[in-house]
């Protein structure tokens, strides 16, 4: 059964970091591409920053260029994100998920492109 696990939220301070982890099992990640988004309350659920199956490409969001940086280990089977000089407005719930393509270099970070998600886990920036 395809499943992705998010690890590694929690309750940091403003200016602080975080890195979360998405493990799969189930399936090989090599296979897929992979999207971090996140919800927070009352809005919409919005792309944070993707990667291709190979890793050569990603995209960040406007909101955390230059803050967060996403990689992958398809050894490990796993996905990061980490999440640096942390703001307040970074509170939300933080989803990875995954689409399987042939492409080894092309992303996307459309949240209806992805079928696969996993149950999130909770990040919250606060003094």
């Known amino acids: 059964q395809l499943q992705l696990v998010e690890s590694g939220g929690g309750l940091v301070q403003p200016g602080g970091s975080l890195r979360l982890s998405c493990a799969a099992s189930?399936?090989?990640?090599?296979?897929?591409?992979i999207g971090w988004f996140r919800q927070a309350p009352g809005k919409e659920r919005e792309g944070v920053s993707c990667?291709?199956?190979?890793?050569?490409?990603?995209y960040y969001d406007d909101s955390v260029k230059g803050r967060f940086t996403i990689s992958r280990d398809n050894a490990k089977n796993t996905v990061y994100l980490q999440m640096n000089s942390l703001k307040p407005e970074d509170t939300a719930v933080y989803y990875c998920?995954?689409?399987?393509?042939?492409?080894?270099?092309?992303?996307?970070?459309?949240?209806?492109?992805?079928?696969?998600w996993g149950q999130g886990t909770q990040v919250t920036v606060s003094s």
């Open positions: 990667i291709s199956r190979r890793g050569d490409s990603t």
């Open positions: 998920a995954a689409k399987p393509t042939p492409s080894l270099s092309s992303i996307s970070c459309v949240r209806n492109v992805y079928a696969n």
């Open positions: 189930g399936f090989t990640l090599d296979n897929y591409r």
